[in-house]
């Protein structure tokens, strides 16, 4: 199926039919491998019959090729652009060191920073970070969640001892998407979220250039 899917995305991205894919194409440069359209990503979806191909552009989000798939088989239903999104939680003390802070839980942070303040004082934070594969933003925090849920206890107590609970959610949009409909967490998410004391904080950039026959 993903052999399928590939050569669907390619031969729309090299030969557009769609009408959004033109518009797009218009405005975004597409990255390329080996010469062809690049696929960061395929996430299917088995119980909606339904895919989504991501193509990065070097604008800094994605164009997203939606495919149904019925009784095996795969057809384009949707174009759109996809916007690239990180997660990252970073607890930061002035006063415990890095060692410190590792002591307080038993997950592994993708980075451990020191910096030195301008009056000599300095801070340090361990980041812990969302993979960079694309995704929904409820499939990458259901991902991110899962991650630091295995030791909910150790996020309790870099929480109380740094006082940081946010969960930061950086999101690059193209310009030319005005709603942003695609912002969705449902309950459970939002349950598992308050199990581990964290919220969300949003950093939204609108990126590259707008689309001018849509107006």
């Excluded at 797009?24 to 010469?35: F, R, T």
């Excluded at 495919?67 to 990252?88: F, Q, R, T, Y």
């Excluded at 030319?176 to 967490?185: D, G, M």
Aim: proline share 4%; charged share 20%; net charge negative.
């Amino acid at each position: 199926m993903i052999e399928t899917i590939t050569k669907l995305i390619h031969q729309e991205l090299l030969y557009p039919e769609w009408e959004m894919t033109k518009q797009l194409l218009a405005v975004m440069n597409v990255e390329l491998d080996n010469g062809l359209p690049k696929i960061e990503a395929v996430v299917v979806n088995k119980e909606a019959g339904s895919a989504i191909g991501y193509v990065p552009v070097t604008e800094g989000f994605y164009i997203g090729v939606h495919l149904v798939i019925k009784e095996g088989a795969v057809e384009i239903n949707a174009i759109d652009s996809e916007p690239s999104i990180h997660l990252s939680y970073s607890p930061i003390s002035e006063d415990l060191s890095v060692e410190d802070l590792l002591c307080l839980t038993s997950l592994q942070p993708q980075q451990v920073q020191h910096a030195d303040g301008a009056t000599g004082s300095g801070y340090n934070s361990l980041w812990f970070e969302s993979s960079a594969r694309p995704g929904r933003i409820e499939e990458k925090l259901d991902e991110f969640l899962a991650y630091l849920e295995q030791d909910v206890a150790g996020i309790h107590r870099l929480i109380a001892h740094t006082g940081k609970a946010d969960i930061w959610v950086s999101i690059g949009f193209h310009i030319a998407n005005r709603n942003f409909t695609q912002l969705f967490l449902p309950q459970e998410l939002i349950a598992r979220l308050h199990q581990l004391g964290l919220a969300l904080t949003f950093d939204l950039r609108m990126l590259g250039r707008e689309i001018t026959s849509n107006y």
